[in-house]
């Protein structure tokens, strides 16, 4: 599932990858700057355990955590040395993610798996304790770091390095970073996106695309679990002709022995289906990515709307105070002003108090002027670097989501060849009535 | 018009008549006349005629002149056929054509056409019933009021009812006996008014209570020495009727569970088509998966008809069958229960005695016929109760095994034209599919 653009070919716990669908992406992101640490590295995460512990307020809780393992690639041949591991709390990954966004706003950040089982059909559960959805969180969490180590430029950063490689400590050099205070208020960012007046219009298209991704795949996740639900029941239902068939060929002489038989493969029937939906649950896995990386794709819109309501902000400001400095030098007011109204009606200023009021002005305008400079350049920048990590984004979303429905079908096809298998021996059994 | 269609060599086709198509809901038996009050909307639903003179589906056409299992020597055939309703002051009802075809020399021509209702098929079993009491006739299609639905009777009942009209009065040509009985004969034949003149000569609706009160007094004087294979028998009966009657709801529920699944499907592959307005590089597969989807629909649309078509008209046929059994049975047991009587007033009796053992020996005789009868005609429901198990399963097996495959192929061609695009891919999905189903390679 995750990007790969070394020229080896880089070992990857526990995904799908193939050596041909590697040649795939390598042909994709050659273009690409930079190394990525899946060059270098192995990483997994390999198990997951409960633990007990106080929490924050001295109470009792249970959590799990997660084991990281990571291995050096170039070992030498025949060399299989040990992994290095630590144990991770989904909270950290968590705080890793965070660090992430508010460091690299111009990227779109990998997402976590779902904190809390939603779209779930009825026989799956919401549990979190449940062992089925710590397992597929612990996949999850794998491929978020395969992800963020397949990244030219998250992969680089050294706090990524350092939650693999060092347990303790960890979290205190995340907040030695101070990215919490970088991290922009949501109530701000709520507020440029109101007031902006020029965003640009790419990221206007992308941000109703965000929307759109977002509503069309909890959409089609809803409604395919419970396309899942009623799948479960028209198989698990076959389960009784199992019971009956088997009780009814007990009083049958030359019925008996075919009766008996089907019944045995109603019951394959009835049980097969728990694998079907199993095998389904990591498709609906691959669009969940999707839908929580459109999130991040908002986030990145955002940012860009908050910058560049901040240039237009300061212009503005840069703009009325040279006005201010005109009617100062000419002695028009064209605007309405307190400070005008007063002068006016309580006598006008010294010339003295002119020279000084100008004086700051300049001053300002000066500043105000570097400032727009400033974040104009800032601006640029971003819109630039946002642009091209948002390409490679396109791309990987469109490789991954059209692999996740070509791996769809071919599900459905597996799924009908049991079916045929199923009632072909059935059939015989029949026949044999 | 009729005829032997089916080819004689074609013996791995199951000898199928015409199920009863009855619809999912619950049937319950209603004493009451056999008024139809019905609709005269003759709008198709679901493709079923009304007021053709042939059933319309290919299938059915082949099943209807399907052969039987005696088909070799097959000198009668009967369709049932052109439901209509009639409308009088009274009451408004529904008529069947009944076509008969034969070379029996007990019938003056050789071709018949008559409009029977529901109300003299049930004269008919009666009559078979009172002449036979313990043979097995096969049972008519239900009587059928569900609360609530006071007026219409659908195209789905009606067409169902046909069905298992038609399957009626064919196991009855079939039947050694029973086709040779007077009183099937005048059914074939006569017209409206010689039949009502007919009904009003035997015994009727009296004799039939007669004999219902009969049966409760036997119930409550009892059997003494029933035979032991008439026991067996009766084991056998109450142990099928429960697995009959599971099976029936199970397959209504399988049913149900289908149509349910059938419904969220259909609002699945829109979705993809929705997401595709968005998608610049994923339209087609979108797209793609949207129409693999919707086929899938279609073809579990076909699967659902043929399983109410077919499986579950067999079970609810042969569910009425358990009953009937229970029936021939009990007028078995009251025929012995008649003559047991009889036999310990002997004993008591001083005067009279000649004439009472006279009646004895009758008594007597009418249980050993009674007997023989139930026999022969049992190994004879046997055969035909696997016969018509065996091929409804089978049929449905069949169906299913189809319904996989068409959806088999296009979720292949789906893949192929993805495959088709990029080459890389192709081996990509090779190695993915070889993952997938390991034992297929």
């Given amino acids: ?433 | 018009m009729s005829g032997i269609i089916a080819d004689p060599t074609d013996s791995c086709t199951p000898a199928q008549e015409i199920p009863a198509d009855l619809s999912g809901q619950m049937l319950e038996l209603d004493e009451d006349d056999d008024l139809e009050v019905f609709s005269k909307d003759t709008t198709l639903t679901d493709g079923s005629f009304f007021n053709a003179s042939m059933p319309t589906s290919p299938a059915s056409m082949i099943n209807q002149y399907k052969f039987e299992e005696e088909a070799d020597d097959k000198d009668i055939f009967i369709t049932v056929d052109n439901p209509e309703s009639h409308v009088t002051a009274i009451e408004t009802f529904i008529t069947y054509r009944v076509l008969t075809k034969t070379t029996r020399s007990e019938f003056d021509s050789c071709e018949y056409e008559v409009r029977r209702r529901y109300q003299d098929f049930l004269w008919l079993k009666g009559r078979l019933e009172e002449a036979h009491p313990t043979l097995i006739v096969h049972p008519l299609p239900e009587k059928f009021v569900v609360k609530g639905m006071v007026e219409r009777f659908n195209d789905d009942f009606i067409e169902t009812r046909r069905k298992a009209l038609h399957k009626f009065l064919n196991r009855v040509a079939d039947h050694p006996i029973l086709s040779c009985s007077e009183d099937f004969k005048v059914f074939l034949t006569a017209q409206a008014w010689e039949l009502t003149s007919h009904k009003k000569q035997g015994p009727g609706f009296l004799s039939r209570m007669g004999e219902t009160v009969r049966a409760v007094a036997a119930t409550v004087r009892g059997v003494k020495n029933r035979p032991e294979e008439f026991t067996a028998i009766q084991e056998y009966v109450d142990t099928f009727s429960q697995k009959i009657t599971s099976l029936d709801k199970v397959t209504q529920r399988i049913l149900k569970e289908q149509k349910e699944y059938l419904d969220e499907l259909k609002e699945y592959g829109p979705v993809y088509t929705l997401w595709s307005g968005s998608e610049e590089e994923l339209v087609e597969p979108l797209k793609g998966v949207a129409s693999c989807i919707e086929r899938c629909c279609r073809e579990k649309e076909e699967q659902i008809s043929h399983l109410s078509e077919t499986l579950v008209p067999s079970l609810h046929e042969y569910v009425l069958c358990a009953e009937t059994l229970k029936s021939v049975l009990r007028r078995r047991d009251n025929i012995q229960a008649d003559y047991e009587a009889k036999n310990d007033m002997l004993a008591n009796k001083k005067t009279d005695r000649e004439v009472l053992k006279e009646e004895i020996d009758k008594l007597e005789d009418k249980v050993e016929c009674a007997n023989n009868a139930l026999k022969v005609d049992w190994a004879r429901w046997q055969k035909n109760m696997s016969g018509d198990i065996r091929g409804a399963f089978l049929s449905t097996a069949e169906k299913n095994i189809d319904y996989y495959e068409k959806c088999l192929a296009v979720w292949e061609s789906f893949l192929l034209s993805q495959r088709s695009e990029h080459s890389v891919e192709g081996t990509r999905e090779q190695q993915t599919a070889k993952d997938a189903c390991p034992q297929d390679t």
């Avoid at chain 1, 198990?47 to 924050?56: I, L, Y």
């Avoid at chain 1, 799948?231 to 009083?251: C, D, M, P, Q, T």
């Avoid at chain 1, 955002?302 to 902000?313: P, S």
């Fill in chain 1, 1 to 433: 599932m995750a990007d790969c653009d070394s020229e080896e070919i880089a070992v990857i716990g526990n995904t799908d990858l193939t050596a041909a669908e590697l040649e795939n992406n390598k042909n994709n992101t050659m273009a690409e700057a930079g190394t990525t640490l899946l060059r270098r590295m192995e990483i997994s995460v390999a198990e997951a355990e409960k633990r007990t512990g106080k929490n924050a307020v001295n109470m009792q809780e249970t959590y799990t955590v997660y084991l990281v393992e990571t291995r050096p690639i170039d070992a030498a041949e025949g060399q299989n040395p040990a992994p290095d591991s630590l144990w991770r709390r989904y909270s950290e990954f968590e705080l890793l993610r965070n660090y992430l966004l508010v460091t690299y706003p111009f990227i779109v950040v990998p997402p976590l798996p779902e904190k809390r089982a939603e779209f779930v059909w009825h026989k799956l559960s919401a549990d979190n304790m449940d062992p089925d959805f710590v397992e597929r969180r612990r996949a999850g969490l794998e491929n978020f770091l395969l992800r963020v180590a397949s990244h030219p430029i998250l992969s680089n950063d050294k706090i990524f390095h350092h939650f693999l490689a060092e347990e303790h400590g960890w979290k205190e050099a995340v907040f030695e970073t101070g990215f919490q205070a970088k991290a922009d208020s949501r109530l701000k960012a709520l507020n440029a996106t109101f007031r902006v007046k020029n965003p640009d219009k790419r990221f206007t298209e992308l941000k109703h695309y965000s929307d759109e991704l977002q509503s069309v795949t909890s959409q089609l996740l809803r409604v395919r679990a419970r396309v899942a639900d009623r799948l479960y029941g028209v198989y698990k239902v076959h389960g009784n002709y199992g019971r009956v068939f088997s009780e009814w060929s007990a009083i049958e002489k030359e019925m008996g022995d075919g009766l008996q038989s089907a019944g045995h493969h109603m019951d394959a029937y009835a049980t097969s289906v728990d694998d079907i939906l199993e095998e389904e649950e990591h498709y609906a896995d691959q669009l969940k990515e999707y839908l929580f990386y459109a999130e991040a794709l908002r986030a990145v819109c955002r940012k860009h709307e908050l910058m560049q309501y901040e240039l237009e902000t300061a212009a503005q400001d840069l703009a009325s105070k040279k006005q201010q400095r005109e009617e100062l030098a000419t002695g028009t007011i064209r605007t309405f002003s307190l400070k005008g109204m007063t002068s006016k009606l309580f006598g006008q200023e010294t010339p003295e108090q002119r020279e000084a009021k100008l004086s700051v002005l300049e001053e300002q305008i000066a500043e105000g002027e570097e400032l727009v400079k400033e974040k104009n350049a800032e601006c640029e920048e971003y819109v630039k670097n946002a642009w091209v990590d948002i390409e490679r984004f396109k791309e990987q979303k469109d490789r991954d989501l059209k692999e996740a429905l070509i791996s769809y079908a071919i599900m459905q096809i597996s799924v009908c060849k049991k079916g045929i298998q199923v009632w072909t021996n059935a059939k015989e059994c029949f026949s044999k009535m």
